[in-house]
Each structure stands twice: as C-alpha cells, then as structure tokens.
T-cell receptor
Framework: AQKVTQAQTEISVVEKEDVTLDCVYE???????LFWYKQPPSGELVFLIR??????QNEISGRYSWNFQKSTSSFNFTITASQVVDSAVYFC??????????????FGGGTRVLVKP | DTGVSQDPRHKITKRGQNVTFRCDPI?????LYWYRQTLGQGPEFLTY????????KSRLLSDRFSAERPKGSFSTLEIQRTEQGDSAMYLC?????????????FGPGTRLLVL
C-alpha cells in the first residue's frame, strides 16, 4: 500500500526566513508520481508541482524549490524568503501510474506553515 | 478557462437527511475524482470517473454514498441518511489524461456539517 508521511505538523517562521517541508513516501511501484499542493485558508487545493519517479532533477520555480531523492524516498519542498502569503497548509501526494486504475492521489497529513510579518 | 466549481460551498443538515453535491469539472477533462477531507487531515480518495464510467470506489464509500457523472460532464455525490461522521470537506478534482501523465485540479470543496 502507498503511504505519504509529513512529519512536521506545523512550522512557524518570520517573514524572509527559508522554510523546508519534509515528505517521505512508500510505494512498491517503480513508476509513480509525486505532487505538492497548497491549501490556503479558503480551502481550495492549488497544484504546485508534479514529478515522475524517473526524473530526479531538482526543480526551482521562483521562490519554490523541490529536492527529490529516490534513495531516501523523499520529496522535500523549500520556500525561500518566505512571505505572509505563503501561510497555508501544504500537502505532499503520491500516485501510481496505472492508467487503467486511475491515478488516485494518496496524501500526507499536511504541514501548516505560518509566516509572521 | 474556468476552474473546477462545486456547489454548494457549505451545507448544514440534520442527521438522517439526504444531501447532494455537484461538481463541474474543467471543460473537456475526461477524469473526475471525489475526495473527502476531515479536519486536520489530508484528503482521502472516494471514487473516480473516466468520462461517464465510475471505475473505482474506495471502501470509505459506504452504501449510503452514491456518485454519478451522466454524459461525462458534471458529477453529483449523494449521501443518504447522513451521520455526524459524514461531516467533512468534500473535494472534487478533474484532469485530462495524456498517456500516464496526469495532474488533478481541485475545486473549492463543499463543507458539510451534520448536526
């Protein structure tokens, strides 16, 4: 069975500090996809990134960066120079790549990030 | 391009009543998913549709739950004889699948409170 663990339940930082969110996953599949979503107080899940299991290149998008390490089954997310608008709950998620079965997402428990001015 | 929409955004009902939620996916998306999220937890998969066919249901989806996607467009999720344990946020997501690459885009959710 698939499992995603986000050990940090809440992180509080002061604006402009960097914050790293940990994500560890378990799967028996050799092909899978990893995702990060942001859930602001409004409740809507906002897609941030998708990464497939064959692509271990790190990725940077503005102030966001992701570190995928297959050897440790981790897919960590860093927000550089945090801003108040980054305050939200962030979810890491995993899906199989079995087209016939659908790519249902298995989510971690989420990490609440609070950025103080 | 409009995003996924859900209606209603909030629903308060008494135990034992039936409720129905609607999800309108991004146009031309062929897959539609329903998830449930309880307070402080990540979303959990309930069911999904490929066009109008319901292809998978979670064991979380008891006999009191039913979902439809007539004509492969909007979807409805009905809960019969609601229980207090059904109180949660119900999230809908849609996607367009190309090969095995897929990203699900979520709606704003319907927050259900069963009194």
């Amino acid at each position: 069975a698939q499992k995603v663990t986000q050990a940090q339940t809440e992180i509080s930082v002061v604006e402009k500090e960097d914050v790293t969110l940990d994500c560890v996953y378990e799967t028996r599949d050799t092909t899978y996809y990893l995702f990060w979503y942001k859930q602001p107080p409004s409740g809507e899940l906002v897609f941030l990134i998708r990464r497939n299991s064959f692509d271990e290149q790190n990725e940077i998008s503005g102030r966001y960066s992701w570190n995928f390490q297959k050897s440790t089954s981790s897919f960590n997310f860093t927000i550089t120079a945090s801003q108040v608008v980054d305050s939200a709950v962030y979810f890491c998620a995993l899906s199989e790549a079995l087209e016939a079965a659908g790519n249902k997402l298995t989510f971690g428990g989420g990490t609440r990030v609070l950025v103080k001015p | 391009d409009t995003g996924v929409s859900q209606d209603p955004r909030h629903k308060i009902t008494k135990r034992g009543q039936n409720v129905t939620f609607r999800c309108d996916p991004i146009s031309e998306h062929n897959r539609l998913y329903w998830y449930r999220q309880t307070l402080g937890q990540g979303p959990e998969f309930l069911t999904y549709f490929q066009n109008e066919a319901q292809l998978e249901k979670s064991r979380l989806l008891s006999d009191r739950f039913s979902a439809e996607r007539p004509k492969g467009s909007f979807s409805t999720l009905e809960i019969q004889r609601t229980e207090q344990g059904d109180s949660a946020m119900y999230l809908c997501a849609s996607s367009w699948t190309v090969a095995k690459e897929e990203t699900q885009y979520f709606g704003p959710g319907t927050r259900l409170l069963v009194l």
